[in-house]
């Protein structure tokens, strides 16, 4: 939901200030190292209680101070750029210890934020989730499904807390446990599975429509997930598989299936197109990725025949469709005038309560991307200069 104010304390190079974002879109126009990306940064930190860009906290304090503090308040659906104020949130960095409090009451876990005001970041380490190794997709789809089902946050973390002890216990020879861990690492493997491929049918609707919509590349580019263990195999049969593996994993002291080793992959007719793609090609998938990721969160998205928006359907009629903050940083920067009039077409339009915060170097053509209520703010030295609202 839209936020009307951000207010930040020695957080990075930002000037301690309350910033108002009472608007659809809000673009902040700077060099390079005045606080753009810090002031995304900020916003996200308040929608999930951490950085996207892995910073520990002990980073993040301006100068000499030893923490920093953050809050800020979204207005309740449909009532962008309105008074009337559902949540406030406030964080508090002390040095050593987090205070996070959703309208006044005091968080004991980040995952209470997931569900409350997301958001979706566009950035150049995206790029990683097209031509990185598995792990940085499997984190990328694993945060889409976290922001999506309520228990998968808990189930993954329950999974790789048993598969770390069971790779303790084959590297220590403390086989007894393997008994009681194998039945604990299969339950909730089987959650992430099922999740997984929801997920992936998710993404399947709409991601090679999209990418060829945007890229105009002439061919179908599909995702495809390959999970570690095979799609039919129930409880006993994983059992089963499992102890017919324990002495090969007991000689390399690891798991060796399992869905820590599932694959996402970008397929076309000549086999792995992550293989053959330029990485102009590479940049976009993961642009692509980002929206359907936020159209999914929102509640679901239909696109017209020629890949356009054609507006939101929340999925099964129940569910009032929200969309997440989108955070894009410098992201059209890197496409050509025709990919980013197409790119830009799959944002939301005008009137549905959405909210976007876009970064500019000052050369760009940015007034050619105004969506109704926009604010401009030129950034110099972590300050705000607020523009004449477009």
């Keep these: 939901m839209p936020f009307s104010y951000a207010r930040f304390v020695s957080f990075r190079n930002l000037e301690d200030s309350e910033v108002d974002t009472k608007a659809e879109r809000i673009f902040l126009i700077g060099e390079n190292g005045q606080g753009k990306t810090n002031f995304l940064e900020a916003l996200y930190y308040l929608c999930y209680g951490s950085s996207f860009r892995g910073a520990v906290d002990q980073q993040i304090p301006a100068g000499a101070s030893q923490g920093f ?6 207005n309740s659906l449909g009532q962008a750029g309105g008074e009337a104020l559902q949540d406030s949130i406030s964080i508090r960095y002390d040095g050593q210890t987090k205070d996070i409090r959703l309208n006044g009451k005091s968080l004991k876990d980040r995952k209470e934020l997931v569900f409350h ?10 790029f990683s989730f097209a031509a990185g190794d598995p792990e940085r997709r499997r984190f990328f789809f694993d945060q889409c499904a976290g922001m999506l089902y309520p228990g998968y946050i808990e189930s993954l973390r329950s999974y790789k807390r048993i598969l770390k002890q069971r790779n303790a216990a084959l590297k220590e020879s403390a086989h007894d446990l393997l008994d009681v861990l194998d039945p604990q690492l299969i339950r909730f493997g089987l959650a992430l599975m099922e999740e997984r491929q929801k997920l992936h049918r998710r993404f399947q609707k709409d991601f090679s429509r999209l990418y060829e ?18 799609k039919n195999l129930d409880f006993d049969s994983l059992l089963a598989l499992l102890g017919s593996r324990r ?144």
């Design 213 to 230: 919509y945007v890229s105009k590349l002439g061919r179908s580019v599909e995702l495809a997930y390959s999970p570690s263990w095979q």
């Design 247 to 390: 002495e090969s994993e007991i000689l390399f002291g690891t798991t060796r299936l399992g869905p820590h080793r599932d694959r996402w992959d970008f397929t076309s007719e000549e086999g792995s197109f992550t293989d053959r793609a330029s990485t102009g090609q590479l940049r976009l998938l993961s642009l692509v990725l980002r929206i359907i990721q936020a159209s999914a969160v929102a509640g679901g998205e239909d696109y017209d025949d020629n890949g356009g928006s054609s507006g939101l359907q929340p999925a099964g009629g129940e569910r009032k469709s929200r969309w997440p903050i989108l955070l894009l940083d410098d992201v059209l920067l890197e496409l050509d005038v025709g990919k980013r009039r197409r790119f830009l077409e799959l944002l939301p339009p005008p009137g549905l309560g959405a909210q976007a915060f876009f970064t500019f170097l000052p050369e760009e053509p940015w007034t050619e991307y105004k969506n109704g209520d926009t604010i401009v703010y030129r950034m110099h030295n972590g300050r705000f200069e607020n523009q004449k609202r477009l």
């Design 69 to 74: 503090g953050l809050a800020a308040a979204w």
């Design 117 to 126: 005001n997301p958001a979706v970041v566009f950035c150049h380490e995206d």
